[in-house]
């Protein structure tokens, strides 16, 4: 849910069978954590995400995975 608290969950959906890596960004492009990064078979996923040591503002998590797709890049504001 935008905005977000301490403690959020995203929730996405695998194309195709491998590898998945999920990171967050602030506004400005760098990186302020990996969230995920594993093999995961295709479906459809959530991830809780615990955002109680970030500053509140504006990031954005993107999702690559195998399907040969491009990523899936989205916003995620944190209130304080």
Not at 20 to 43: C, E, M, P, S, Y
Not at 60 to 76: C, R, W
């Amino acid at each position: 849910p935008n905005p977000a608290g301490g403690l959020t969950t995203i929730s996405y959906t695998v194309e195709k069978d491998g590898q998945v890596q999920i990171t967050l960004n602030n506004k400005t492009g760098t990186l302020n954590r990996l969230l995920l990064n594993t093999f995961q078979k295709a479906g459809t996923y959530t991830l809780e995400i615990n955002t109680s040591d970030l500053q509140g503002g504006n990031y954005f998590y993107t999702i690559n995975d195998a399907s040969g797709s491009k990523p899936v890049t989205k916003q995620l504001i944190i209130k304080r």
